[in-house]
């Protein structure tokens, strides 16, 4: 495609501000799930109403795994940083040091594991003390060319009538996403 002249067109506070507005989304629609309520948001605004809104249905045991996510997550970062025994290490030392650093890399999935069976265990007693999706059928939908119509309300619109709906956006949408992701990897860049 040769869109790579691209990058030169954004500059460092762009890419700053994208990070940090994602950052900010992302933070706000994980907020929900970290203190166990359930309810529908549109957008940055509303997800933020409504979290306040819903705040008194906090459930104490989904925060409490939560927080301690978190802080085990951000305590393990920290443990491929230490040395055990300075410079001169015995073998014994390297092998710890190489342990940790393994630990502190794994973090993530160990985490997950730990979590996975921890709900496992208490939905095994039907007795989970905090919200778990449930029941997710396997295998993938069926292969299938999208849908060319879709009803909105008592009307139908064709392909024709939806791109009219869309107007200059079917052009704006894929190179503004084309950019954010240029902007993520020149913020991992740096």
């Not at 060319?145 to 619109?157: A, E, I, K, V």
Request: net charge positive.
């Amino acid at each position: 495609l040769l869109s790579g002249f691209l990058v030169e067109f954004v500059s460092v506070p762009v890419v700053s501000g994208f990070v940090s507005a994602a950052s900010l989304i992302i933070a706000s629609s994980q907020a929900k799930g970290l203190l166990g309520l359930k309810y529908k948001a549109e957008g940055f605004v509303d997800t933020w109403y409504q979290l306040f809104q819903h705040i008194h249905q906090t459930r104490l045991w989904d925060l409490v795994l939560s927080v301690s996510c978190i802080a085990i997550l951000l305590a393990l970062r920290k443990l491929k940083d230490l040395k055990p025994g300075g410079k001169s290490q015995t073998n014994r030392q390297k092998a710890l040091g190489k342990f940790l650093w393994f630990v502190s890399t794994g973090r993530n999935a160990m985490v997950v594991v730990l979590c996975a069976a921890l709900a496992y265990f208490f939905s095994t007693m039907e007795q989970a003390p905090f919200l778990l999706t449930g029941k997710i059928d396997a295998g993938l939908p069926p292969l299938a060319p999208p849908p060319f119509t879709t009803t909105f309300g008592n009307n139908t619109l064709s392909f024709l009538n939806m791109c009219q709906h869309l107007g200059s956006g079917i052009a704006v949408v894929p190179i503004v996403s084309i950019l954010g992701n240029v902007a993520i990897a020149k913020a991992f860049c740096e």
